[in-house]
């Protein structure tokens, strides 16, 4: 079974979740620098990540969702998957 990255997500799974993250972010009035910094991810690698560039790990979700007040649940579901 081959790896999933960015590259063989055909199906966009990543970028979906991507925008889901993205779009919850600004509607809590988060800057992206604001919500690296609350999660201890990297700057570049959240853009990224909401890129759909990275697949992030489960724990980079819970703290992600953490800093928006969500639970990662909601991230899944805003982003259809």
Do not use: F, W
Not at 61 to 70: F, G, V
């Amino acid at each position: 079974m081959q790896r999933v990255s960015a590259k063989i997500d055909v199906e966009g799974h990543l970028s979906a979740l991507g925008s889901a993250i993205r779009a919850l972010r600004t509607s809590r009035g988060y800057s992206q620098e604001a919500l690296a910094l609350a999660t201890g991810i990297d700057r570049s690698h959240m853009g990224r990540i909401e890129r759909g560039e990275r697949n992030l790990t489960l724990l980079n979700l819970i703290r992600i969702a953490q800093a928006i007040d969500c639970k990662p649940s909601d991230i899944l579901i805003a982003s259809g998957l």
